[in-house]
Nanobody
Framework: QVALVESGGNSVQAGGSLTLSCTPS????????VAWYRQIPGKGREFVSR???????NYADSVKGRFTISQDSAKNTLYLQMDNLKLEDTAMYYC??????WGRGTQVTVSS
């Protein structure tokens, strides 16, 4: 059974930084991680960032200039560097693959 593992979530003070990682257990193209979403209890999953096949990147306006998405092809791993974290960044962060599969998420909690 293929697994998609997100890691790197933690509790951090506002203004701090975290780096999330997402690695699938399969090298099948469908399992290539390509995007990050986040969700808070009681709300729908929100787009955060996506890395396109041509290397271009998209960001939600709320994280633009603070978050950076990147990929290590050799490790088949997707990263999300999060800087200058704000209270409103508190959420469960999920990785999405090229075929729309999801991981279990990693919790990010930002406190004042």
């Amino acid at each position: 059974q293929v697994a998609l593992v997100e890691s790197g979530g933690n509790s951090v003070q506002a203004g701090g930084s975290l780096t999330l990682s997402c690695t699938p257990s399969s090298t099948n193209h469908c399992w290539e991680p390509v995007a990050w979403y986040r969700q808070i209890p009681g709300k729908g999953r929100e787009f955060v960032s996506r890395r396109l096949t041509n290397g271009a990147t998209n960001y939600a306006d709320s994280v633009k200039g603070r978050f950076t998405i990147s990929q290590d092809s050799a490790k088949n791993t997707l990263y999300l560097q999060m800087d200058n974290l704000k209270l409103e960044d508190t959420a469960m962060y999920y990785c999405q693959t090229a075929c729309g599969y999801w991981g279990r998420g990693t919790q990010v909690t930002v406190s004042s």
